[in-house]
């Protein structure tokens, strides 16, 4: 254990009791107060961590926070997120909780700790006085629904930023995600004529059945050669049992690893045309985040992290997830970005979820010398 990995496991405590009381604020993504209350705490913090620090308000969502610490400029560009998937009062049903090296509660990986540490990472590169450029950290409120007013922000910064290192979460300590499936959303929707099922059936026209065969031919769609998936989450339609089924509605979720698969996917679903006469069919949506493709500047990104990696005892390994983050944006305007740099754990947005914590010191330990020498 060097001296900087063996600093970060003294705050081991510290980072349990943050991670604790940031876990107890509930952030849920559609309550901007909420979400506020966490982001002014954070907001405190990090200016007593010396970062100058900025809030950028919301109307909808809650507010942004940027802080900076070292000379002007963006240099490197740390990104996570604040809100949660989960409702006000999950906290106070299912509490921070510890059993031997698990922490469990609502956020505590999706990305609580990612925060936490990114916290004690800047306030250990502030004491240790070695940063060679500035560092810019974002946390935005609006992930868990899809980056909504967020995603021009991150854009707009990645694009001043030399790297992009993000703080969600990892399955193991030596993980780190290169690459990331392009996420797209489509709602679609069928107009057929009512009529009643047992007295005259045939003057009516489902929009069930229609949907029934669309739901058919888009996980047809599906293609696990081309890392492209096709699912179709939720179905509404219809009023009651002896009525056909007037309207109908199905909410698709698609999955793409290139930024042409995503075009053709889109095309595909787009085009799609009713399959019984006198069934109206509308497509909505599209895709909300890009694929995070592999490139050099990465790869270039990542042998630094490997090598940085190797003096804290830690054997990094990159690899590519079929979720979307924030870090789709970023590479998609040609920054090398590093994703995964948050906690350790897993279960997100589940009951169960849940981090490791002696993983943290460790961790935090390879965020400071990623935000010391790039």
């Given at each position: ?14 980072m ?6 940031i ?21 405190h ?9 900025n809030?950028?308000?919301q ?39 510890t ?16 925060i936490?540490q990114a ?5 250990a ?11 810019t950290?974002?946390?935005n409120s609006d ?22 290192l ?7 300590v ?5 690459t ?23 003057e009516?026209r ?10 058919t031919?888009?996980?047809?769609m ?8 096709v ?8 009023t ?14 698609i ?14 679903i787009?085009?799609?045309q ?15 985040r890009?694929?995070?493709e592999?490139?050099?500047?990465t790869a270039?990104l990542?042998s ?22 924030d870090g789709?944006?970023t ?15 897993g279960?997100a ?20 010398r ?5």
């Amino acid at each position: 254990m060097n001296d900087l990995t063996r600093q970060m496991d003294n705050c081991r405590p510290d980072m349990e009791r943050l991670l604790q009381k940031i876990v107890h604020l509930e952030s849920p993504s559609t309550d901007k107060a909420a979400v506020d209350r966490l982001g002014e705490m954070l907001a405190h913090r990090l200016r007593d961590a010396g970062c100058r620090v900025n809030m950028l308000r919301q109307e909808e969502y809650g507010d942004h926070l940027v802080a900076q610490l070292g000379g002007g400029g963006i240099g490197v560009l740390v990104i996570g997120h604040m809100d949660t998937v989960w409702s006000a009062g999950e906290a106070t049903e299912r509490p921070f909780c510890t059993c031997d090296n698990l922490a469990f509660g609502p956020g505590v990986e999706d990305m609580k700790s990612g925060i936490v540490q990114a916290l004690f990472a800047l306030e250990a590169v502030r004491h240790r006085n070695q940063l060679t450029g500035p560092v810019t950290l974002l946390i935005n409120s609006d992930e868990e629904v899809g980056s909504p007013t967020s995603r021009p922000v991150i854009e707009e910064y990645a694009r001043d930023a030399r790297a992009v290192l993000v703080l969600e979460s990892a399955p193991d300590v030596e993980t780190i995600f290169t690459t990331r499936k392009g996420v797209g959303m489509f709602d679609l929707h069928a107009r057929g004529r009512a009529a009643h099922a047992g007295a005259n059936p045939t003057e009516g026209r489902s929009a069930i059945e229609e949907m029934a065969r669309q739901i058919t031919a888009l996980h047809d769609m599906t293609d696990y050669d081309r890392g492209t998936t096709v699912n179709v989450g939720t179905l509404r339609g219809g009023t009651r049992p002896n009525v056909v089924a007037a309207e109908a509605t199905a909410r698709v979720d698609i999955r793409v690893s290139t930024r042409r698969e995503a075009e053709r996917l889109t095309r595909a679903i787009s085009s799609l045309q009713p399959q019984i006469d006198g069934v109206h069919l509308q497509v909505e949506g599209g895709m909300n985040r890009p694929p995070m493709e592999p490139d050099r500047g990465t790869a270039e990104l990542f042998s630094r992290a490997r090598a940085e990696g190797d003096k804290l005892g830690l054997q990094l390994k990159e690899t590519s997830s079929g979720g979307g983050s924030d870090g789709n944006f970023t590479a998609s305007v040609g920054t090398p970005t590093l994703d995964g740099l948050g906690g350790v754990g897993g279960g997100a947005h589940s009951l169960h979820e849940y981090v490791y914590l002696d993983c943290m010191p460790v961790r935090t330990a390879l965020l400071v010398r990623l935000l010391e020498t790039l």
